[in-house]
């Protein structure tokens, strides 16, 4: 018996040099170690042996059958191996380089420019708020403090409708009733488009976006507007911006300013893009004109509040250098589709 | 407008003063100054000097040969002038001297030697006056120098006239100098004035105001007058703030509008003796000094001359815009009739903006003048020609007639109200000191101002204590405020839903669906429409375009991004637009526009067929939708509402019931001539009403543990048989353990019997489902098809 055990290694070792794929490795397996395998034949034989004899005999093949296994299983994992390797070694090279085959999309420059903007608002807890493009000329001027014939309204080219209505010239349109609408205390932001009833050139647009904001509280002072100019502007343009009030006037507010910032291009020491000043005028703001707040429905002697103007597509202009205005209604994909968030 | 220095120093003393920084703070406190400009600077040496003698050169026709005595000496100058005379009094400009910044040196000129140069008022920098040398009016020494002389050097600046627009009062050098006083804690001087009571014993001009819109009319008569020509300086003011010189009176009435902001006006006493305001009840034609015909419409006020022979009244002036031809100041005038007025500031600018014809007086009219200043101008006027013309003689006392005044203000102004509106500490000092240097009468009691309004601020500037708060804060300075945050409580911001799915909108489009987003006008564009074989579709008017091709508001936004699509034909083979925006659909009951924010989307492929590119679209829209109310919409086959939708491909967007907007192909009239190769397809989703539907909760089902049964079946659709048919049949079967369905493929054979493949999946969340289990199911959606013409495929 113990010859035969040897003599079966010898035959086995002698196969598994000759098993050179996965198949003839399984083959030899089954061959070795299936439930009818060389093995398992063997194993049968020992019936006829001894008590002694049977358990050496028992436990010799046991070796054998594990030694088996194991360089079956040792051979597999080689010839496994050696496949990747082949796979690998013969793997198509991917040109990483080759150019991107789908057009991405674009966002419209004001749009992110607004979104923008109005991140930095709502996290100082402002209130964005939508209103029409066609208004009527009480909430368009006489709301404001702008009665007809007033020379305000001169200044505003405005397009007057068949039905008597207008598009609005402007965004403080809508103080009125977004007043109206939330009551006092309020701070709320409302970004819109207006129109101004104008021949178009480089520098001007008959239809162009602006955001205005208010802020209605007791004891709103000139000191906050400064502070909450400053601070929006700082955030808007991601530095330490330097302001400066002037005297400016707006019927509907009083005292009213413009808002000048240092020159973002030269720093305030002066260069063509703000005309030697240093300055450049950014934001027309002011104290909410008593009336207003009245026609408003708010009590001006218990509410005072601020407003201001910022004109979203010239701070689209200047954020991307944009020169011609018209660009943004062109529709021109060549230059509107640079525009990704 | 342009300010003069020199003047603003006429009335408050600025020695000492860095007049840059004056400057500077007069934009932060006032009004912007746009422009500062130099005079005399690179101009130096200049002397008084008199032509002794003057010989023609031999070799040239224009110039001559010069002896000048400059005082310390007498030497040869060439010169080109052609008004060189001999004991003419010239400005010179030695060898050695400046001009301009050019160095003057000894010359050759043809041949002779030119020892310096005689001036023109333009090289000195004193008006544009080039035709000739500056005949120097002038019995001083010689070799005196020009600037004691000439007013040669001055800083003038150039003020943004609209931040003037509420400031009537700034429309004048002294009111500027007010403001340069109230900055530089500095006193104003009083203007100069003529004592007008000297002639009260003298008859009257008569004056009859027929109108209310003149509210004052002063006038007084002058005669005896023979300077014809204002002097230097004066000429020089005026040309350096934008003047030409004309004669004496006109530049006189220039001169005082320039000081003190009133318009005058001097007619000649032969012409116009006394005077008649009025409107005329019929259209005419009137000539003004320009040389003009024009016409003159009833609302439009007239200054009139009054004959005396009949009652008539001759038109002679456009009442504070501009005189009439025929009785202006000619040069042989030597009595006048001085008008100094002020009208009603409406009619002035409507009347100004109906003729076209803006004038310098006009301007300052429509910002309401202060009728108190009409009197006291005509005594400067008085005091300044007599100091020119010392022959005059005041012929009548002066006249005044008034329909107007303005109420005296008096406003009281709270300290703990500053506290509040500025949010810093200002001393009452302060705040009595600034008011009171602008002119406010101010007694303070306690906590309480009192403040009298002067009246050339109560016109309409100033009308509210908040008016006061600008006067005390812009002197203050806005650069002196120490600025902080506010005290408001702080509250919950909710974002609107139309925002929200504006922003998710955006977002799905541009990153997702990879189209780019595009603004377009509100209206139609008639040109480019009419390209495209797009109609103007009857709506909303603009009635005042100034561009005749954009009348019409659009109803719909696809037409104007079709038209963008044209114009991007170059930029790819397959690209699409979107846009949120607005239209206007007609208008509602009350005749309002009914203005819907509506998204806009164009697809354009000349790379895909179009049945890709609609079903492109399509599942765009469905997972658009999905996204913003987690709701797929249906598309209900529906009629074309504009010619240039396809009379067969037209759907509505369907959600929850509701329709939300519309999405189809092209007419193929108007596609071949966008593109004859391209595929176009288009959608318009109304915003406004997509807000208004609920988003679907999210429903969660536990997954199942048990293995499902997924059950294929094909069902030939047959002739006009859609998927709608088979999906509505799943839905009724109402199985519970039916957790999904999808298309699992569609096979289209040339014989047109199109069938598609249901993939069928069946879960249980108790057990493992067997086949029995869902057979009932299977038998009744094959039987209710069946009925239905949609048999199971063999």
Known sequence: ?341 | MLVSMNWVRDFVNLDGLDLDDLIRRFTLSTAEVEDVIRYGEGTRGIVAAQILSVQKHPESRKLHLLKVDKGDAVVDVVCGAPNVREGMRVAFAPAGSSVGGHDIGVAQLAGHKSNGMCCSEAELGLSDENDGILDLDFDGALGTPLENIAELSDTVFELDNKSLTNRPDLWGIYGIAREFAALAGRELQPIDRANLADYNDLPGVKITLESPLCQRYSALKVEGISVSQSPLNMRTRLSRCGMRGINLLADLTNYLMLEMGQPMHAFDQRRVSAVRVKTFDAPFTFQTLDGQERNIYTDTLMICAETTSNDTARPVAIAGIMGGLDSEIKDDTDSLLLESATFDPVSSRKSSSRLGLRTDASARYEKALDPEMTVNAIARFLKLLQAIDPGVRVSSRLSDARNFAYPPLTLTLEKHFINRYTGIPIDDSQILKILTSLGFGVIQSGETFTVQVPSWRATKDVTIPADLIEEITRVYGYDNFEIHSTRSVLYPVREDIGKTQDTIARDFLVARANLHEVHSYLWCDKEKFAALGLDVEENIRLINSVNPNHEVLRGSMVPTLLSFLQENRGYAGDFGVFEIGRVIAGTDEDGLCRERKTLGIALFSRDADEETLFFRLRDRLSDLLLEIKRLRPVFLKEEPTHAWQHPVNTFGVILSNIRVGTFGTLHPANARKIDKKAAIVFAEIDMHTLAELAAAPIKYREPSKYPGIDVDLSFVLGSGGIFAQIADAIAALGCDLLSAYSLADVFEPDDGKTSVTVRLSFASNEKTLARAEIQPALDLLVGKLQTIGIALKA
């Open chain 1, 1 to 341: 018996m113990e010859q035969k055990i040897t003599s079966l290694r010898e035959q086995f070792t002698l196969a598994l040099n000759n098993a050179a794929s996965a198949a003839a490795l399984e083959a030899l397996r089954v061959e070795y170690l299936g439930k009818k395998g060389l093995l398992a034949e063997l194993m049968q034989s020992l019936r006829t042996l001894s008590g002694d004899e049977k358990k050496q005999a028992g436990q010799l093949i046991n070796t054998l059958k594990n030694e088996v296994d194991g360089l079956v299983r040792a051979a597999a994992e080689t010839l496994q191996k050696e496949e990747q390797k082949r796979q690998i070694n013969s793997a198509k090279r991917y040109d990483v380089t080759l150019p991107e085959r789908t057009e991405h999309g674009s966002y419209h420059p004001i749009s992110l420019v607004q979104r923008e903007v109005e991140r930095i608002f709502v996290t100082m807890g402002f209130t964005v708020e939508e209103y029409p493009e066609v208004v009527d000329d009480y909430h368009c001027f006489e709301a404001l403090n702008i009665p007809k014939h007033h020379p305000a309204r001169d200044m505003q080219d405005t397009y007057y409708l068949s039905n008597g209505q207008l598009l609005k010239t402007h965004t403080s349109a809508a103080q009125n009733a977004i007043m109206r609408k939330y009551g006092a205390p309020l701070r709320v932001i409302f970004p819109g488009r207006c129109f101004r009833n104008e021949s178009t050139d480089a520098c001007h647009e008959n239809t162009f976006f602006q955001m205005e904001g208010i802020m209605i509280d007791r004891d709103i002072s000139i000191a906050n507007l400064i502070y909450f100019m400053k601070t929006m502007l700082s955030e808007v343009f991601q530095r330490d911006v330097k302001v400066r009030l002037r005297p400016g006037f707006f019927p509907f507010v009083e005292p009213g300013f413009e808002l000048d910032i240092s020159c973002l291009n030269c720093g305030g020491v002066g260069c063509p893009s703000c005309k030697n000043s240093g300055w450049l005028e950014l934001c027309p703001c002011g104290m909410i004109h008593p009336r207003v707040l009245e026609m408003g429905g708010i009590d001006p002697d218990e509410y005072t509040g601020f407003a201001f103007g910022l004109g979203l597509t010239r701070l689209a202009m200047m954020r991307y250098g944009v020169k011609d205005i018209r660009d943004f209604n062109s529709g021109n994909l060549k230059a509107l589709a640079q525009f990704t968030q």
